[in-house]
Each structure stands twice: as C-alpha cells, then as structure tokens.
C-alpha cells in the first residue's frame, strides 16, 4: 500500500540512515569501532541530527535542500563532514516529499532530476564551496566557484567523469537504487543484521569502483589499488556465515587505510543513500 511520507517520517529515515552507516565497521571511514582523518564518531552524529531536519522540510526547492542542510552541518560541526550524503540524498528526499507516491520514488526521482534548475546549481555550488571538501580543485567548465550558466543537472553531466556523485544524478542514480539496494536486501537476508549487511554494501562498493574521492586526493592507481584490496576483502567476507571471523581482518585493513591517509569517501556516502533508498522504497514509500 502507497504512503505519502511526511517531513518528520522523512527526516527520520535519513537520520537512520546516517547512523547505520556509522554502526557499521567500514574500513577507511569512521565509524562505531574507530575514529580517524582527524574525526570522531560523534563529528557525524551531530551532523546527522544538524542536518536531519532541515534537509527533509517541505516548501524547498533541492537547492536550498541542499544548501540548508551543508550550512546546518558545518554551523553544528565546522567540519565536512556530509557534503557527499547531503548530495546524493537530497534529491532522493525531494522526491519522496513531492513526488505520487502512487507512481513509486524511481518515477518520482526521474521528475526531480529532469526538473533541476539554474538556481539549484547556483546554491549546490555555493553549499560545495562552503563545505570545502579535500581534493576540490578548479574545473575548466562549470567550476563551483563561477555563477551558474547552466542547470544542475547540466552541471552534474560535466563532472560524472571525475566523480560518482555527480554520475548518480545524470545515471538515474542507479548505482544506489539498483546495486546498492539490492546488495544490501541480499545481504540483510543472509545474516539478518543492519551493521554486517551496511558493511556489506561498503564493501560492495568500494570494490566495483575506484572510490573518486580517493581519485581526487591521490590519483587513478592508488584508487585501483584500494579497490582489488576491497574485492579481497569482500570474497572473505560474503563467505563466512559468521561476520564476526572476519572483523579482525577488517580492523587491520582499516588501520592499514588509515594509516596511509585513505578515506574512501565516496563509497561510505553510496553506502548511507542506498540505506535510504531501501528504507523509502521497502519499509514507506512503495
């Protein structure tokens, strides 16, 4: 049965999201097991509960969805912290908040997408310099620090090459409403737990694409590199029927990430948009 979300139901989904994400052991990242890049667990707690909120009222354009939920986030923790998950879930929340949900939230996404503005790109980019992400440098066409010339999702076409945030918007987001939902459903079924499943999907990703934040930060063969260790890491652990047998493999490759500076970025904030996608599409938004 069809269910039109209301902005606390949304907000509460997203929230959940964010700290699932966060309860799961993702290598790289931070997360419940352990801090790092100079961040702590509770930088992304806040930030969820900052951004929560005003990133699921109604009445918003997706510009200022985003905008609103960058600003809230870094006036709570003056970090970037969420710049990524901001990105890639407003538009999925716009589309829960203003879509039918008669027609489901791929068609309503679809809209969404196609109805981008200038205006969302003026306030995406004004919300991306704000955040400063590392690794933000100068683009040849639609840089974020210029006055928009053209619609978000023009804007997001020219830069899908380089990074697989902007790739959502112009690919139907497809790599979280295809592989991630289904991958973490899969994964859900064969161990019946949030936090293995979440690790699961992490996994997943960071083992099917070289993470582009890693990409941006130090290059195409560092980011390969971390991804055959992903896929390493995700045949031991999609084997065992027993999670746990495998933690102390994932810390010590956690650490080894770390260590070396490695965050893989953009495959944690696939991991939290696909948890939200499966929790409007499954458990609401049908």
Excluded at 105 to 119: D, G, S
Excluded at 127 to 140: F, H, R, T, Y
Excluded at 160 to 169: E, G, L, N, P, V
Excluded at 192 to 211: E, H, I, P
Aim: aromatic share 6%.
């Amino acid at each position: 049965m069809s269910k039109q979300l209301t902005p606390g139901e949304v907000a509460s989904c997203y929230r959940a999201a964010c700290i699932a994400e966060l309860q799961a052991l993702k290598p790289g990242n931070v997360h419940l097991f352990a801090d790092g890049h100079g961040m702590t667990i509770h930088d992304f707690i806040k930030s969820a509960d900052a951004s929560a909120e005003v990133i699921s009222q109604a009445n918003l354009s997706l510009g200022e969805r985003i905008y609103a939920a960058v600003e809230a986030t870094n006036q709570a923790v003056g970090l970037n912290t969420n710049l990524g998950v901001i990105l890639l879930c407003a538009p999925l929340i716009h589309a829960a908040l203003n879509g039918d949900c008669k027609l489901g939230l791929q068609h309503n996404l679809a809209n969404v997408l196609a109805a981008l503005t200038m205006h969302d790109a003026d306030l995406t980019a004004q919300a991306i310099v704000m955040a400063n992400p590392a690794g933000l440098g100068k683009a040849d066409k639609h840089d974020v620090r210029w006055q928009a010339e053209v619609t978000l999702l023009e804007m997001m076409h020219s830069a899908q090459h380089k990074d697989r945030i902007a790739w959502q918007y112009v690919n139907h987001f497809s790599d979280v409403i295809g592989f991630g939902r289904n991958s973490y459903n899969e994964a859900l079924a064969k161990w019946q737990n949030v936090a293995w499943a979440t690790t699961a999907l992490y996994l997943g990703f960071l083992g099917k694409y070289s993470d582009t934040h890693i990409v941006r930060k130090y290059g195409e063969a560092i980011a390969g590199m971390v991804m055959l260790e992903a896929k390493e890491m995700e045949v031991e652990f999609k084997a065992t029927d027993n999670p746990k047998l495998v933690q102390k493999s994932l810390m010590n490759w956690d650490a080894s990430l770390k260590k070396r500076g490695i965050n893989p970025g953009t495959s944690a904030d696939l991991t939290v948009a696909s948890l939200l996608a499966y929790a409007l599409m499954e458990n609401l938004f049908i």
